[in-house]
């Protein structure tokens, strides 16, 4: 009875907390079990904020922008044609020096040059002379073999004839190199122009050959100007290609000078006929005509020899022309478009030409389409974009976003 009643208690010590969990356990099932739901609800994508603006359709000018060095036309050596000392020199014949046309700049010693042209004066006049004797001698010779069979062109005194003028016409060549020679000791040039550099000075003895100094004209001048094969297209002209007379496609040279951007114009009058193979491009000329004188900037300043100008090139016309601000061309030639449901579209474009600030497309939008213009994170066609007012108006912008929400 005892044993009995041992065990009973032993049991009842155990089985009590195994019984209070299992209870606790079931009632936490039961009430998990029976809990009510919640709501569940279907999150949208949200839309991706942007700033968009409108395909602009017009006639527009293309324009390439390119630079290049300003050089001169016409640069010439001055070189002696004679030698001798310098004997005096004009106050222009200095660095930077006006050089007016047939000016005397130097002038040599002319004394050996003076007396060479009175030898020859003295040559030419024993020359007629001994041709009259020739001529007067031969026309006795003649009244005196008259009648006379078989006589010889030297009895008839002709060879001498012919040998005094030939005396008379080297004598006379003589004269002329002379006259040439005490000519050159003045040394001029035929254009005006401005002087580079002074090699000479006064009392100096100069050989023939020897540089005296270096000039320019300042009628005209050149720049060089670098063309790439779209630059090229965008001209519309072919390599070789020569401006007819009047100037080819206009030209706006600009370049900072003592403070203030400067402006001139001039013309492109040719490209070369071959393409440089280191750069693999191709030069142009273009020229300013009176770039010292009526064709100076509006700030009176020339369009100086050596100056570095950035030019502006008339390019082809093109009619209804698609023009987008340039920043939203996205690499690849692609476009980011917000059609009328507000979903991105990712189209393929033609670009013919571009700028700074816009590109002008000839296909793969249409007038009045909404381009993006602001960044794009992860871009997925179909994704819902919000508009951003930039430069439409107010109500297309809430359009296009009514569309968008309606659309789902």
């Known amino acids: ?17 195994i019984v209070v969990i299992g209870l606790g356990v079931g009632g936490f099932v039961l009430l998990q079990a029976n809990k009510p739901k919640p709501e569940e609800k279907q999150e949208t994508a949200r839309a ?3 700033f968009v603006d409108k395909v602009q359709q017009s006639n527009v000018d293309l ?5 290049g060095q300003v050089r001169a036309r016409t640069q010439v050596d001055l070189v002696a044609q004679v030698g001798g000392r310098v004997e005096s020199v004009s106050p222009q014949f200095i660095e930077g020096g006006l050089i007016e046309p047939n000016a005397v700049l130097l002038k040599i010693e002319d004394t050996d040059y003076r007396l060479a042209l009175s030898q020859a004066n003295v040559q030419v006049a024993q020359a007629k002379l001994a041709l009259d004797q020739a001529t007067a001698d031969a026309d006795v010779a003649r009244k005196q073999l008259r009648g006379a069979k078989g006589a010889s062109a030297l009895a008839l005194k002709k060879p001498q004839i012919a040998q005094a003028r030939a005396q008379l016409a080297a004598a006379e060549a003589a004269l002329e190199q002379a006259q040439v020679n005490l000519k050159r000791t ?6 005006k122009g401005r002087v580079i550099s002074k090699a000479v000075d006064i009392g100096q003895y100069v050989s023939p050959g020897t540089i005296l100094g270096k000039a320019f004209a300042t009628d005209v001048v050149e720049v060089r100007l670098p063309f790439t094969d779209s630059q090229l297209a965008t001209l519309g002209v072919p390599v070789g290609y020569v401006a007819p007379e009047g100037g080819g496609p206009e030209v706006s040279l600009s370049a900072q000078v003592a403070g203030h951007t400067n402006y001139w114009n001039g013309h492109l009058v040719r ?6 193979p280191q750069t693999r491009e191709i030069y142009g000329t273009a020229q300013v005509m009176a770039p010292y004188g009526r064709n100076m ?11 570095f100008v950035s030019a502006d090139i008339a ?3 093109l009619a209804d022309a698609l023009v987008i601000p340039r920043d939203a061309l996205r690499a690849g030639n692609k476009v980011y478009v917000v059609n009328a449901q507000g979903r991105l579209e990712i189209r393929d ?11 002008i497309l000839s296909d793969g939008v249409k007038a009045g389409d909404r381009v993006v213009v602001s960044s794009i994170r992860n871009p997925i066609p179909g994704m819902a974009l919000e508009v951003i007012p930039n430069s439409l108006d107010e109500s297309t912008i809430a359009d296009t976003n009514e569309a968008r929400n309606v659309g789902g």
Do not use: C, E, R, W
Not at 8 to 15: F, I, Q
Not at 63 to 67: I, M, Y
Not at 271 to 276: I, K, R, Y
């Open 349 to 359: 474009v033609d670009v013919a030409d571009n700028t700074s600030s816009t590109a």
């Open 1 to 17: 009875m005892l044993l009995g009643n041992y065990l009973v208690k032993n049991l009842v010590k155990y089985l009590a907390p």
């Open 297 to 307: 900037s509006q700030f009176g300043m020339p369009l100086a020899v050596g100056l």
């Open 271 to 276: 490209l070369d006929a071959s393409v440089d």
């Open 48 to 50: 991706v904020s942007v």
């Open 63 to 67: 324009k390439v922008t390119t630079s």
């Open 186 to 191: 003045h040394i001029s040039l035929p254009f």
């Open 315 to 317: 390019g082809k016309h």
